[in-house]
């Protein structure tokens, strides 16, 4: 049996089974005495055991291509190597048995690597780039599928690495044995549990997307311009990009895109912009409203163009694929924002406003912080001091300040002007909060005022005498009227109570008091000055009715004078002052338009 030397056999020593090793090392063994007769043995490949005795015998068979004797060198002492000692079969065994576990833990912790961590770290990395992915593509739907096998995949890949690993050990106890697997499975557990929960978002959004239909998928896109400019019309659905993209394609002459839209998904206002980064729209135009992830796609586009009865609308992003509470969760629109070059404070504003709620600042916050380039007015593009112009000329053309604009171009044409530059100027600065009634009505009080202050005395004797006779009337048809020129409240109030001639009336000598104004520079009297003579113009008054001529507020409010009795009061103290010289009586009325009430002491 000439193969027993060169192969390999198994032996059972002490209730074990060890091998497979050399015939050599068998031999040597029994040699020794360290492996009995009745030892049984096993070549491999063989199902048969038989006593050492019977491998030995059949080994000791001659050969045919045995060593002649002639030809075997002579033992001697200078041959023979000194004898060694020897190891034990117990600790022979013990070594290569643990020779024998270490490679199989080093081929299972390679294959482990290998097969389970790294396809499954694999799968976690997967998991983030398709919802970047998401984020900006054009049409996220095919993502959703890919998110959804990747989200279900995960799972059971850590499950099945699980159960291999129990497999691979003998017993419970050989888990032991495999530590770096034990420590790698626990790890994974706990990184796709923190994956799972950290995502909840995105992964409840898939659910909402594959058993709902989109609330925001109702749109239209139309044609305008002679085909230059697209118009789309609705809130921000999923498919909202890879439609507008389809129809810019099909229409390549367009360079301007219309929004009229209240919002939707961020993930297709990001989408939309690149659509139009993509086709190279120059401008945009937000046409009555433009709102929430509407806002991402008007500020992507060089030149942005607000018609002049729209609004934009800003609130912090509500993203469905966004982690939640994250510190990034508005990470969109400061981007977006910030590369535009609109302010800090704006931006802040935008994003501090909650999901539920819009922020709607007015044209002037909104051209004062460059959100906007320019404004749609009555089919012209205008930059912000034309725009401000135009909407203070269409407001003086309008019925209710049409009559005192005519008496200031027919008497005061530079103070027109002048009025109009400091009107449109308020309204750039945003004040009143844009209210341009408001801000007419201020710049007319201030200019009025000043006008008063610096009038000839021939001006100022007429214009009490023209209060004198208003007062006359209102005492008759309107007393409660005597009370707001008395007292100066309400001074709207006055003008509703005049007659169509009264008001040309008061129009014409403002008109003259305006322009007389540019040619008298004087001063308004002092206080000791003005109070003296309205004490003398009073004189009458305060003889007929006493001392409530110096506290009309209270003593109408408690009842102890009429309106009837205060149109009587003020209409002789304008009289005192008509009758006065022209230079006091100018005196007087320049003081009362410093604000003075002639009511009080």
């Known amino acids: 049996m ?24 068998i031999v040597l063994l029994h040699s020794r005495g360290s492996l009995p ?34 030809s075997a060198e002579p033992l001697s002492s200078s041959n023979i190597a000194p004898l060694r000692p020897q190891p034990s079969i117990a600790t022979e065994s013990r070594r290569t048995a643990l020779a024998d576990t270490d490679d199989e833990v080093s081929r299972f912790h390679l294959h482990f690597l290998l097969l389970y961590v790294i396809p499954l770290l694999a799968l976690v990395m997967a998991f983030y780039w398709v919802i970047f ?24 890949w850590y499950v099945a690495g699980s159960l291999w690993l129990w497999a691979a050990s003998e017993d419970r106890k050989g888990l032991a044995e495999h530590g770096l697997p034990r420590v790698a499975v626990a790890f994974m557990g706990l990184l796709l549990l923190f994956l799972l929960s950290s995502n909840y978002r995105p992964l409840k959004a898939l659910v909402g997307i594959a058993s709902h239909a989109d609330p925001y998928g109702q749109f239209a896109i139309g044609i305008e311009n002679d085909g230059r400019a697209l118009v789309y019309k ?17 229409h390549p002459q367009v360079d301007t895109v219309v929004f009229d839209s209240a919002g939707g998904w961020m993930v297709a206002g990001r989408g939309v912009a690149r659509v139009l980064r993509e086709a190279h729209i120059q401008t945009v135009v937000a046409r009555r409203r433009c709102a929430s992830a509407c806002t991402l796609a008007f500020e992507s586009v060089p030149m942005r163009v607000l018609e002049s009865d729209a609004a934009l609308g800003f609130h912090s992003e509500s993203n469905q694929f966004s982690w939640a509470e994250s510190d990034r969760a508005n990470d969109s629109f400061e981007e977006v924002f910030a590369a535009r070059g609109i302010p800090r404070s704006f931006i802040d504003k935008a994003i501090g406003t909650p999901p539920g709620t819009l922020w709607w600042p007015d ?117 409660q009227l005597c009370y707001s020129i008395w007292t100066g409240t309400n001074p709207m109030a006055v003008n509703q109570g005049f007659t169509p001639a009264q008001r040309r009336t008061f129009l014409k000598q403002m008109g003259a008091m305006l322009h007389a104004a540019a040619q008298d520079p004087r001063p308004p009297p002092s206080d000791e000055d003005g109070a003296d003579l309205l004490a003398r ?28 009795m205060i149109c009587d009061m003020a209409q002789s103290t304008f ?8 230079t006091e009586a100018g005196a007087a009325m320049r003081w009362l338009a410093l604000g003075k009430s002639p009511g009080g002491r």
């Open 2 to 25: 000439k193969e027993t030397v060169t192969t390999q056999w198994r032996f059972r020593h002490a209730g074990r089974t060890l091998g497979p090793y050399p015939w050599s090392l």
């Open 575 to 582: 009289r005192q002052i008509h009758a006065m010289r022209p």
């Open 37 to 70: 007769d009745a030892a049984l043995v096993q070549r491999v490949g063989s199902s048969t055991w038989m006593p050492l005795r019977e491998a030995l015998a059949a080994q000791l068979e001659p050969a045919s291509d045995a060593v002649p004797q002639s």
């Open 133 to 156: 992915s998401v984020r900006d593509d054009i049409d996220p739907r095919p993502w959703w599928l890919a998110l959804a096998a990747i989200t279900l995949l995960m799972p059971i």
């Open 537 to 564: 113009a009073m004189h009458a008054a305060d003889l007929k009715y006493g001392p409530v001529v110096f506290d009309v507020a209270t003593a109408r409010r408690e009842g102890r004078i009429s309106d009837a």
């Open 363 to 479: 044209v002037a916050q909104l051209l004062h912080n460059h959100v906007i380039d320019r404004v749609r007015f009555e089919g012209r593009d205008l930059q912000e001091q034309d725009y401000f112009l135009a909407e203070v000329d269409k407001y003086f053309g309008g019925e209710e300040f049409a009559p005192l604009a005519q008496g200031l171009r027919e008497f005061a044409p530079a103070h027109l002007q002048r009025l109009r530059q400091d009107v449109a100027t308020l309204l750039a600065q945003d004040a009143m909060e844009g209210q341009i009634g408001a801000v007419t009505q201020h710049a007319l009080d201030a200019d009025e005022q000043l006008a008063l202050q610096r009038a000839g005395d021939s001006a100022q004797a007429e214009r009490a005498a023209m209060l004198a006779d208003l007062l006359g009337e209102f005492g008759t048809r309107a007393p």
């Open 234 to 250: 609705g809130t921000f659905g999923y498919a909202a990009p890879a439609s507008l993209q389809a129809a810019l394609k099909r």
